[in-house]
């Protein structure tokens, strides 16, 4: 794990004003819609909606498979991530985090928590499902999430780009 995200997770941490909480309850992923609607407006890009939202979770959610995770910075919900839980693996699959509190860290601390689930799960793999290469790309709207994600250390595999199938 790079330095700066130990530091950035232990100070969001100690944080009083700052909590994290699990939820897999299904009238939570409105709540976890709204704010990617709202943070997808602010950075330009197209959120899934809330149907498919729903169903992904509540398929998901038969076998206890999903968790959103939410972050509070005195009771409101700044940042929150949906994360799935397959075959031994932790997905980072849909996040949020509204830019106005940046400055205090709380998607590392709620990243930090995810993974802590997913070992707590027994995976032994955390996914978080999608990077650019900053140095090939440094302009690419991907590279501050990929800095954020290899914060957390591990490995950038390059596999064939994802692509959904709509059924």
Known sequence: ??????????QASQNPDITVSQSNRSEDVK????????VSLLQG??????????????????DNEVLLFFGRYKDEIVAAC???????????????????????????LLQWEAIKEAKNRGCVLYDFW?????????????????????????DAHEYVKTQDLPL
């Open 130 to 154: 999608g990077y650019v290469d900053s140095k090939k790309e440094p302009n690419h709207p991907w590279a501050g999430p990929t800095l954020f994600k290899m914060g957390f250390g591990g």
């Open 31 to 38: 709540v976890f819609s709204q704010m990617h609607q709202e």
């Open 82 to 108: 949906f994360v799935l839980f397959w075959s031994g693996i932790g997905f980072y699959h849909h996040a949020a985090s509204l830019p106005q509190y940046a400055k205090l860290s709380v998607p590392y």
């Open 45 to 62: 890009f197209v959120p899934f909606s809330l149907e498919y939202l729903e169903k992904e979770f509540s398929v998901f959610r038969k």
């Open 1 to 10: 794990m790079r330095k700066t995200t130990r530091y950035l997770i232990r």
